[in-house]
């Protein structure tokens, strides 16, 4: 069994939901729903820092730590 983490924007939940569903009966084992809201500033955030941090510890002296980033 494999786990595929997907991040979907809110417009496309409802038939991304649709189709995985009609999956299920076939290949899908359960489906669980994370939802998580982040008001426009706090998601700008988060994509500002992000990508600060990645360019910050994509080094060779930190790499040891880029397991716990996952």
Known sequence: MSTV???I???YLDKTLEVLNALKDIMIEDIKIKEEK???E???FIKL???HLNKVW???EDSIYDRFLK
């Open 49 to 51: 820092s992000n990508a």
């Open 9 to 11: 924007k809110d417009d």
């Open 5 to 7: 983490i997907l991040e």
């Open 58 to 60: 994509d080094n060779k």
């Open 38 to 40: 982040f008001d426009s």
């Open 42 to 44: 706090e998601k700008d």
